[in-house]
């Protein structure tokens, strides 16, 4: 833990309102989001007023294009000059031009290796082609987690040929592969440890949640996304924010400026962050951060 960063907060810099444009990243699940996945008025309240404001709001999610851009729709957040982190940093999207402006893709034998791992050990398994969630195993995690995404799936013999034929996608190869234990917590933590004797230092694994497991390219991390967002604004470290909840924002919190876990967030979050707010996710604790910082 970087103990002398967590000191160092008190110099994040609290200038006039206007004066110096700060970015906020927001993680979505457990952060931004309730518990029901949606966003409070008085969250998209704040929002706007420091969008208006002449400040940068971004959101920093582990969820795949499609669903964090048909949220982005749904709450108007979907406009010129807004982009989103998605993937845990995989794919960085500008929401005008509808165009992905950084991508970082693994090898599909990679997810392939992982793949016959998980299903061998009893996992669910699956990765992404587009708009569609791609796994080899039709699973009730693959419709439960396809259900809150409101994703569709498809079940293919083998992703290698899958991807190899199928050419009318947004990208490929993939750009990450999920990894769900119907079993608890611990079973998972021991697969990680069995995975990175052949991933580590090629591939990054991170938890976003403690049953699901991601694996992606070494620089897809929430971390470089706000390093990457905050140069291409031309915004200092300084002058950020970042927000979230669980592992995979661990990255991002210790990046930025001024690091935040909600008041529900997991212990190895909360242990990132400078600030931890009074308030959770299911009571505006957005709303406290850009109230305190932003304004």
């Known amino acids: ?19 110096t444009m700060k970015i906020l990243f927001s993680d979505l ?26 400040h940068k709001f971004v959101i920093t999610t582990g969820r795949p294009l499609y669903s964090a851009r048909n ?8 406009r010129p000059g807004f982009y989103l982190v998605s993937f845990n940093g995989g794919l960085i999207y500008d929401c005008a031009t509808e165009q992905p402006i950084l ?23 699956h990765t992404y082609a587009g708009d569609l969630v791609v796994s080899e195993h039709e699973t009730e995690q693959l419709k439960n987690y396809c259900s809150q995404m409101q994703m569709d799936y498809i079940v293919v013999p083998d992703i290698r040929t899958y991807f190899g034929d ?10 990450k592969v999920n990894v769900i234990t119907p079993l608890n917590h611990s079973s998972l933590l021991e697969f990680r440890a069995e995975m990175r004797k052949t991933t580590e230092g090629k591939l990054f694994d991170v938890f976003s949640k403690p049953e699901m497991l991601e694996f992606s390219h070494l620089k897809s991390n929430k971390g470089d996304a706000v390093r990457f967002m905050s140069d291409f604004y031309q915004v200092p ?25 909600v008041a529900n967030a997991s212990d190895v979050a909360k242990s990132s962050a ?3 707010t009074m308030h959770d996710n ?11 910082f932003v304004f």
């Open 71 to 78: 949220l982005a729709k749904k709450y108007g957040l979907f």
């Open 103 to 125: 991508t970082r893709r693994i090898p599909v034998e990679s997810v392939k290796f992982i793949m016959d791992a998980a299903f061998s050990r009893g996992f669910h398994a």
């Open 166 to 175: 199928y050419i009318n996608v947004v990208v490929k190869p993939p750009i």
């Open 237 to 261: 470290l300084s002058d950020t924010i970042a927000c979230g909840d669980e592992e995979n924002d661990c990255p991002m919190i210790e990046a930025a400026g001024l690091g935040v876990a």
């Open 282 to 292: 299911n009571h505006s604790a957005i709303a406290e951060v850009i109230n305190k």
């Open 29 to 54: 699940d457990g952060t931004l989001l309730t518990d029901d996945k949606s966003i409070l008025p008085e969250d998209m309240r704040a929002i706007e007023e420091m969008l208006a404001a002449g």
């Open 1 to 19: 833990m970087n103990w002398m960063r967590k000191v160092s907060w008190t110099s994040f810099n609290f200038g006039e309102q206007g004066r």
């Open 274 to 276: 400078n600030y931890i």
